[in-house]
Structures are given as C-alpha cells and as structure tokens.
C-alpha cells in the first residue's frame, strides 16, 4: 500500500511540475473575439455602407476583409479582432477608427492590450458608438 501511495504521489508531482515548467502556465481558450463600433448618424438612425480604416498608433493598417458584423446589429464596423493579439503587449497600444461616406466623417479612438501569454485581445478603453457628422 505505502508502495502504490509513493508511485502516486510520484506520478502527481510529475506531472505538476510539467504543467509549471510551461511559459507564462498559459490556457488559452477557443473563444475568437471581436470589437465592433456602431456608427449612427446625429438622430440615432445606424449608418451603413461606410469605407472604414483602422490603424495603429505607428501606422500599421487592420484589415477585416471577409469578417462579417452580425446582421443584427445595423451599423456595426469592426474595431479590433483576436486576429491581431501578437501586435498588442499587456500595456494599452492606440487604434484610430475612420469611418467616412459622402462627406461625412466619423473618427474614434481605442486603447487594447493583451494578456501575458497573448490568447486574446481586450479592450482598455473607446466607445461603443460614434456619431457621423
């Protein structure tokens, strides 16, 4: 019995110390995660079919071709994306929205980071809806 308690004892404190030898002890999830802005015009109304850019603090552009926003959200424009968490630190880093349909211009600004072991983006700070004008 003192026999099999050892090789178990043994066996766990293996295995613990192999999961702590891993950098950052890092479980990512599954989970894709995604930043939209609802734009809407001066009476509320949702504005769609916007030329939209989103860049970086130094000059990198995002691109969010073939993501679709939710079709039940009108007016919704993608900000930031798991896509892109290599390109944040665990310190907030600047994007500018710019959204622009006729003459009309609408600009927003976000602050994201990421955690220590890069799993997902968050966001630190900027608006969940902007106003073209």
């Known amino acids: 019995m003192k026999f099999f308690v050892l090789l178990l004892a043994s066996v766990f404190l293996i295995m ?10 890092c479980v990512c999830t599954e989970e894709f995660r995604t930043y939209l802005v609802v734009v809407v015009d001066t009476l509320g109304n949702p504005i769609d079919s916007l030329r939209t850019t ?13 993501f679709t926003p939710p079709p039940f959200v009108p007016g919704a424009y993608f900000v930031m ?3 892109y ?10 994007i500018f ?6 003459d009309l211009e609408v600009i927003g600004e ?6 220590k072991c890069r799993c997902h983006v968050y966001k630190v700070a900027g608006s969940d809806t902007l106003m073209l004008k």
Do not use: A, H
Not at 85 to 94: E, I, V
Not at 97 to 102: D, T, Y
């Open 97 to 102: 929205f710019k959204g622009i349909k006729n």
């Open 54 to 66: 989103v860049t970086g603090e130094r000059g990198k552009e995002y691109d969010f071709e073939g």
């Open 16 to 25: 613990w110390k192999q999961c702590s030898d891993e950098p950052n002890d």
């Open 85 to 94: 968490q290599n390109d944040f630190g665990t310190g907030p880093g600047k």
């Open 110 to 115: 976000y602050l994201f980071n990421t955690d």
């Open 81 to 83: 994306t798991d896509g």
